[in-house]
């Protein structure tokens, strides 16, 4: 009758630290505090943006585009066979760390991906009980309609994963006979020194480097980015607003919005956002952008890298986005924001 | 009921003279006729102590009792024995000795001898058409090497074995590793493979390169699929019943 949603409990929720870092030792970086722990909590990045001033990046830019690490990915076509047998299996799986990320969209097809040994597959009812391996239902709770979902987890690694064992021809018997088609991966080998022979140059990959890419500087109305201090601290209304409009804010930038530029003109009539708050300074923005099959161990060690060689009074964002890969094609997403002035705060927004 | 009267003497020929009915027939008649009526008509007469009515209650009495004794001599069926009883006895029981692939190997190839004269299959190969396939709904899968393809509880995928029992709601197989397995038909889809004939070479003339021939000439296996969902029901049932095309939900 009303177009109420039937319920908010599925959607995505935004959730918002505003914290101290701590003492950042560059040769034992932390891994479990936030923000450290949120970065390393995601299981494959698509993209990252870094937005910073543009006085800053003509400090840093030399360092961005010449001391971080380019990272590496190529693009194969391999069936899941390919996985289980010969030296990809020996080299990859049980000796290396490989990242891998099939094709298609979760929630609709069949979504295989690879990380720390453990594959995950996400399979339709037909392709799951044809396929005869044990998994979880998959998705929400409760009546789960006429297309219901499972996914599969094997950890590769297991000292009973070998050929001739039962479990493990249970898995050669469905990747052979049932998940035969081949699909385009996404690979990515954590390791530092790439093995010779390669084991994958026989479904020869596209390999692909995901360099940074410095966009024009954005001319912008700047507002005041540091968090208002409550009055009350049981009462925290105004942080509510300021996160709110801070992340829409820094949005817009990312979008590269004209909507944030200082110079903008636009008939209220169409579009009423202002950036949020009163007082606001012109100044230019420089928004650095990684995209491609990248690991959450390089986006942990950019981060780093990134804190040490920035000023202390200076201030960035770090947006992270994640491949659509969560039950319902949702991607996780996160932002960082290293405040100015204060030595080492930080506010972070985690969409799960 | 009829008795006659006895003398002592039955055989006397002349009658007890003080007798008065002798006396007063030997009066009217000469003394020869006298005696012969007196004997007929009054010695020997039939006397009637009761009226000869039959008694209905004991003729019953005696019927029941010679059908009762009739019974007892006709040999007759025993009844059969009930569930309980022969679970005791082991029946349907397959014993650990028996439950062997090689047992059941000959019954698999004479299945698909009966399966190939039933689809009419030719040596040549070609096409099965579907009032063919039909017939396989009624045949009998004793005897026929199923697999399990796909299934609503996952572990079971990848059974494969030679039919033993054909249940209502269960199929029993026994796999190649001699275990026998019992196997829902609930939620399960079975496959099976029928081969063409194979052709029979003549004595002589088979080399081993012909034979190579033969084999890439030789069409490839049928392939059925069995949806188990529709298939519960007992062979003896299947033989007369007919299948209809219904829409399956789970497909």
New interface residues.
Partial sequence: MLDFPAGTKHEAKCNVTYGTMGHLDPKQPPVKRKPFAAILNHSFVQKVDLILPEELYKIIGDSISTEFVKPIYSRVILPLKALVEGEFFNEYIKKGNILMLSEGRAGVDNVYSLKEGILTLHLDKESYERAGLVGKPEGVKGKRGTKPRWVVEINLRLPSMLHGKKGFDRIVYAFKNVLTTPVTWLFHDLRPTAITPDPLDGHFPAKKTASPRVSQPIKVKMPVIKPPTDADSLYGADFDDYAIDVQEWLSLVLLESPRVNSDDNIDPFLSRYVPPGDSFTNSKLIKVTWQGFLSPSWVHKTFVQMLLCVPQDEWFACCVVGFGDGPLGESKAYTILKLPDATKEFVLWEVA | MVSTPTSKNPHAKIPDKGAVAFSLLSQAHSPETAERIYLEKIRKRPLHLKPTEPDTAQLARRQARQLKLQKLKKKHKPAPLSARQKRTLMLYDILKAEQKYEIYRPLNRMWIGYIQEILGLKEEGGQVLSVEAAKLCSADFHGAELEV????C?????VKGIVIKDLKSVFEVVTERDVVKVLPKEHTIFRFTVPFPEVKVEEGKGRVGESNVDEEKKPKELVFELHGDQFKYRAADRANKKFKSHFLPDL
């Fill in positions: 393809v796909r299934s609503r996952v572990s079971r995928v990848g």
